[in-house]
Every structure is written in structure tokens, then in C-alpha cells.
């Protein structure tokens, strides 16, 4: 299948878009997603905390965001999927702290967001063993480290 994956950087993320690509296609083909396009926003903590209040209501900045959308393009006729929007100091701060590289926490968040963005969701526990179990296959097939997201 057909997947288009760009990634937008806002000014300084630059640097942390290695492996993004790549860990959203494997997502995707992972996930058997339809074919269709999705935008990967690498941003500052100032603009997530920014959606995260508009968007889920709350008032801190946190490390990815999952924006689903469902549209076809009025001319190509090609599904929108979505928007993930990764705030990279947040990405930053958590792989310092968990003794994990930027790539692979940049590559966590990826594909932690675009499980997001496919439906998945881990409010109840047999979901979030779904997502759970998931994740680690893609990160294995990408072979990282298979460390688990859960507050996202």
C-alpha cells in the first residue's frame, strides 16, 4: 500500500527527525493502514502544550499528540489519516531521563502516535495491552529498544 509520510519541523526539531520516517511506515504497514497520507509535526512545547489545553484539556505540555482525520483530498481522491505532533524537548527531557537516545525516544513517540492516529488507545487495560503489544512488535521489526509508552 501507498502511504505518504511528511514530516513538518518547526524551527530548532530539525535535528530529531531521524527514524520518524521510517518508524511511521513501519507503523503503518505493520498496522495493514490503509493507503493514504499523514503529516509527522516535530514542535516545541509551547505549541503542544498550546493544542494539548485546546484539544484535550489540559494545561501542560506533553510529549505526543495524535490528530485523526478521515478526509479524502478533494483532487487525488487519497485519505488524509491525520497529524502526529511530537513536542521534541519534551522528547528530550524524557530520554535523558530514561538513559535512551533521542532517536530511540523520537522513534517511541512515533509510533506510539501513529497507533494513535490508526485507532488504537489504551483507556482500559485489554486496549492498552493491544497497544502495548503492537508497539513492541514494531520496535523489535526496528529493532529498538521495546520500552512502553503509557500516558499518551
Same mark, same amino acid.
Given at each position: 500500500?501507498?502511504?505518504?509520510? =511528511?514530516?513538518?519541523?518547526?524551527?530548532?526539531?530539525?535535528?530529531? %527527525? %531521524?527514524?520518524?520516517?521510517?518508524?511511521?511506515?513501519?507503523?503503518?504497514?505493520?498496522?495493514?493502514?490503509?493507503?493514504?497520507?499523514?503529516? /509527522?509535526? /516535530?514542535?516545541?512545547?509551547? *505549541?503542544? !502544550? &498550546?493544542?494539548? =489545553?485546546?484539544?484535550?484539556? &489540559?494545561?501542560?505540555?506533553?510529549?505526543?499528540?495524535?490528530?485523526?482525520?478521515?478526509?479524502?483530498?478533494?483532487?487525488?481522491?487519497?485519505? +488524509?489519516?491525520?497529524?502526529?505532533?511530537?513536542?521534541?524537548?519534551?522528547?528530550?527531557? !524524557?530520554?535523558?531521563?530514561?538513559? +535512551?537516545?533521542?532517536? &530511540? &525516544?523520537?522513534?517511541? /513517540?512515533?509510533?506510539?502516535?501513529?497507533? $494513535?492516529?490508526?485507532? $488504537?488507545?489504551?483507556? *482500559?487495560?485489554?486496549? %492498552?495491552? %493491544?497497544?502495548?503489544?503492537? !508497539?513492541?512488535?514494531?520496535?523489535?521489526? /526496528?529493532? *529498538?529498544?521495546?520500552?512502553?509508552?503509557?500516558?499518551?
Amino acid at each position: 500500500m501507498s502511504h505518504d509520510v =511528511r514530516v513538518r519541523c518547526d524551527r530548532g526539531t530539525g535535528h530529531a %527527525r %531521524r527514524g520518524v520516517l521510517q518508524a511511521a511506515r513501519a507503523t503503518l504497514r505493520h498496522e495493514g493502514a490503509p493507503e493514504g497520507d499523514l503529516t /509527522l509535526a /516535530l514542535t516545541n512545547a509551547a *505549541r503542544i !502544550q &498550546e493544542l494539548n =489545553r485546546r484539544f484535550a484539556g &489540559e494545561g501542560r505540555p506533553t510529549d505526543v499528540l495524535s490528530f485523526s482525520d478521515g478526509s479524502h483530498d478533494a483532487e487525488s481522491g487519497r485519505l +488524509y489519516l491525520g497529524d502526529v505532533v511530537i513536542a521534541v524537548p519534551v522528547a528530550e527531557a !524524557q530520554a535523558k531521563d530514561a538513559g +535512551y537516545s533521542l532517536f &530511540e &525516544e523520537m522513534t517511541l /513517540l512515533t509510533v506510539h502516535g501513529v497507533l $494513535h492516529l490508526l485507532g $488504537h488507545d489504551h483507556a *482500559r487495560p485489554g486496549e %492498552r495491552a %493491544r497497544m502495548e503489544a503492537a !508497539q513492541k512488535a514494531i520496535l523489535g521489526g /526496528l529493532r *529498538r529498544p521495546s520500552h512502553t509508552k503509557g500516558n499518551g
